[in-house]
């Protein structure tokens, strides 16, 4: 076994302080994100400040628009402007689609060693995590909103461990396959602190509630060790359960037990939540929909469409079309 943090070499001590010191500066998180997690927190924004917080980034306000005409969502006619979106999505859906898109940054990519953290299994597990909380949340009577925040940045320490300091992920996932331990046993041995309480770290900085700080420093608990089983750290963990027994792997961590279904999933109101949402199938697909969809690559129509629309002129005039049974149907789906 490896030294424990108390006994490290003193070029490492230095090193994991230089970490610890600097956390509040890494700030995985941009700016945008922080706001769009406190209009979740605070009823009083608007659709319109919704809008004008997405529209000062136009990159962002062509995501989105992509990704409401993607047939994740399969809206009836083509979204040429945010408030189209927001009237046609709901205020909610595209909060959370606009935080989704704000944490998965592309060129991020580039900073992780793909030996350590595959990037793309990373967000594909963060955002299951966020539909399936999301899904607890509206089942259990709970702010789906907060929940779904929750599980997009819950795993926010082990990216910017797996950014900044991977070769410290590297040797915690080597010790942890020898000896049998979870990752972050074997990160507390080896450096006294966990990704998780880095994460939350990292969130307390951001001036982050403090029940969304200690969901992401709790995410990896086991139930038993909750003795409030309504906080949103207990929901965050359960999302994670499920999510790793339909073999949902978060990028370092590989599942190879799926385990069994928690009772929670079975009762009638998570049930309906679950079918509300499309059914375990369509949680699982649009993780990857989802991603491809967002990719900063955006077809030219859009493109000139949107660039009108940040320009102030009126958008290309469209046949509009009567809605059919099935549009009905996927227009329940997507509320």
């Avoid at 959370?96 to 944490?103: D, G, P, Q, R, T």
Wanted: aromatic share 6%.
């Amino acid at each position: 076994m490896t030294e424990t943090a108390s006994g490290l070499p003193p070029e490492r001590r230095r090193d994991l302080d230089d970490l610890l010191r600097t956390v509040k500066e890494l700030r995985p998180l941009p700016a945008l994100a922080i706001r769009l997690i406190a209009m979740a927190e605070n009823t009083r924004f608007s659709a319109q400040d919704l809008a004008a917080a997405i529209r000062m980034d136009q990159a962002l306000t062509l995501r989105i628009l992509r990704l409401g005409n993607s047939p994740t969502f399969g809206l009836p006619r083509r979204i040429t402007t945010l408030r189209e979106a927001i009237v046609l999505l709901g205020f909610r859906e595209v909060r959370s689609l606009a935080l989704a898109v704000c944490v998965i940054d592309d060129s991020a990519q580039r900073t992780v060693d793909a030996s350590v953290l595959d990037y793309h299994t990373f967000w594909i597990n963060s955002l299951t995590v966020a539909a399936f909380a999301d899904v607890l949340a509206r089942g259990e009577g709970h702010d789906h909103d907060e929940a779904f925040s929750a599980g997009i940045i819950h795993n926010v320490g082990r990216l910017a461990l797996a950014q900044h300091r991977p070769e410290w992920l590297g040797e915690s996932v080597t010790l942890a396959a020898q000896d049998g331990i979870p990752i972050h046993e074997a990160q507390r041995h080896l450096f006294d602190f966990t990704d998780a309480e880095l994460g939350a770290a990292i969130a307390r900085a951001s001036s982050f509630p403090e029940r969304l700080i200690e969901a992401v420093e709790r995410h990896a608990w086991p139930l038993a060790a909750f003795e409030d089983r309504t906080s949103l750290g207990y929901l965050i963990v359960r999302a994670r359960r499920f999510a790793r027994h339909h073999g949902i792997a978060d990028g370092v961590d590989p599942v190879t037990s799926r385990g069994t279904v928690d009772f929670d999933w079975r009762q009638p109101k998570v049930i309906a939540a679950l079918r509300h949402a499309g059914g375990i199938a369509t949680v699982l697909k649009r993780g990857e929909e989802f991603l491809s969809e967002s990719r900063t690559h955006q077809p030219v129509a859009l493109r000139t469409e949107t660039r009108r629309y940040l320009d102030g002129a009126p958008p290309t005039p469209s046949a509009p079309r009567r809605l059919t049974g099935s549009d009905r149907g996927r227009f329940r789906r997507a509320e």
